[in-house]
């Protein structure tokens, strides 16, 4: 019998118990259909999270802020003059202990840190386009505007390197503010109004340069840095120091093209903690997060396996019952010359026919589901995160899972078809 011969028999053989064969595509069926769906869910949740990321860092920034460290007496801790402020001095927008500008030089000096930059937090009270100046709305800016970049619908980036005020508007502000539409908004020019430290309400005028996504790690709209210092600095209290909540360390690399490697993050927070510093990367602030997302992945993930485990017995079940009554069929075709090993290849395939039919049809299935719930989501619960696709159905992430299926199908036929690869033909022949 040729291969092709085995492979047709093997698939109409599967068969024969229409209903038997039926029952177990179906439960290898609800395993496909739930880890195509948790497959998706985590690759939509990390390409999601990696398209942030990117906006906010190349890889080559440490985030810097105080260590967390404390003092371990009982009572209120002695107050020094010369050490760092807490919030509600010198800078009453930001929380908790701020960076001094001693800080700012210990940092500057570690070696293999080439540019250091405070982020200034301020607070703007509204905002209003400069043709209807009495429509006002409030307004909050994203510290971290002066290190990231917009996902932008229209216009372009913040120049952090011009003198002039500039503003990226978050999506929601453009029918508010009077304007058609993203493109109409940029190049026009707003009101920002905010108090100062002497309690006097202030009116400064910024030119929209872009209209920015909504995000999942920046909230609010972006100011560039001649903006932003111009508010810090008529925020902060006269006579006391400037403090910051954060600051940005620009990393030089020793890989390949001046590439910022692991060893260098690792080499500069070390430094960063005997100077009672703490620095980390975007990512080490996803880490949370992203830990999370994949425990309720892989707990999903771990009902599907459950689910193909039982499945699996389901495949053995069928073809040990095929076996049994075929066993004179079996018996007639090693009489005629099939060896041993197509008997085996034979039962083996038709449980990969039948892993087969069970994985593509829950995959199928799943795709079609899938993107209709991820549409609707996406329109919903999920219109606050546009470019979220919250299950992406990648080519490779479905064939592997059919892959796999059909894997374990075959595993679960092996015992059946050895069985019947090693029926005696004359014996097999006699049974009744």
């Given at each position: 019998m040729r291969i092709s011969d085995v492979f047709r028999s093997a698939t109409r053989n599967a068969f024969r118990s229409k209903l038997?064969?039926?029952l177990t595509v179906l439960s290898l069926f609800v395993g496909a259909f739930t880890l195509t769906l948790t497959t998706a869910l985590g690759a939509g949740v990390n390409d999601y999270v990696e398209r942030q990321v990117a906006t906010l860092s190349t890889g080559d920034i440490l985030l810097v802020s105080p260590a967390a460290s404390a003092d371990t007496t009982d009572g209120p801790n002695e107050y020094d003059p010369e050490g760092r402020q807490q919030s509600g001095v010198g800078n009453p927008l930001a929380s908790g202990t701020l960076l001094n500008q001693e800080d700012l030089d210990a940092i500057e000096a570690i070696d293999g840190v080439r540019q250091v930059e405070a982020v200034s937090q301020v607070s703007v009270d509204w905002v209003a386009a400069s043709t209807d100046p009495d429509s006002r709305f409030e307004l909050t800016i994203n510290p971290t505007s002066s290190i990231g970049r917009s996902d932008l619908a229209a216009g372009a980036q913040l120049d952090q390197e011009t003198g002039e005020r500039q503003v990226v508007l978050p999506e929601d502000y453009v029918d508010a503010l009077g304007y058609a539409d993203a493109e109409d908004a940029v190049g026009e020019t707003i009101v920002l109004g905010y108090v100062d430290a002497a309690q006097t309400e202030v009116e400064v005028e910024a030119t929209v340069?872009?209209?920015?996504?909504?995000?999942?790690?920046?909230?609010?709209?972006?100011?560039?840095a001649a903006l932003t210092t111009?508010?810090?600095?008529?925020?902060?209290?006269?006579?006391?120091p400037r403090a910051w909540p954060l600051a940005v360390a620009y990393l030089d690399g020793s890989g390949a093209d001046g590439a910022v490697t692991e060893a260098d993050i690792a080499d500069v927070k070390s430094e960063l903690v005997a100077a009672d510093l703490a620095g980390q990367t975007v990512e080490d602030q996803l880490g949370i997060v992203q830990t999370v997302i994949n425990g309720i992945i892989g707990v999903l993930t771990a009902f599907a396996i459950v689910a193909l485990i039982a499945a699996s017995f389901g495949i053995v079940n069928t073809l040990l019952m095929s076996v049994q009554e075929r066993t004179r069929e079996i018996g007639l075709m090693k009489a005629m010359g099939m060896s041993?090993?197509?008997?085996?290849?034979?039962?083996s395939l038709e449980a990969v026919v039948i892993g087969f039919l069970g994985?593509?049809?829950g995959a199928l299935v799943a795709i079609a589901v899938g993107s209709a719930l991820a549409g609707g989501l996406s329109q919903t619960v999920l219109a606050d995160l546009p470019g979220l696709q919250i299950l992406l159905f990648e080519p490779s992430g479905v064939i592997g899972v059919i892959v796999v299926i059909m894997v374990i199908a075959f595993l679960s036929g092996v015992l059946p078809a050895r069985r019947a690869a090693r029926q005696d033909p004359i014996e097999s022949l006699r049974y009744e």
């Open positions: 038997r064969t039926t340069v872009g209209v920015a996504r909504a995000s999942l790690f920046a909230a609010g709209a972006g100011a560039n111009e508010v810090a600095d008529a925020q902060t209290v006269p006579g006391q041993n090993g197509r008997v085996f290849g034979l039962f994985s593509a049809l």
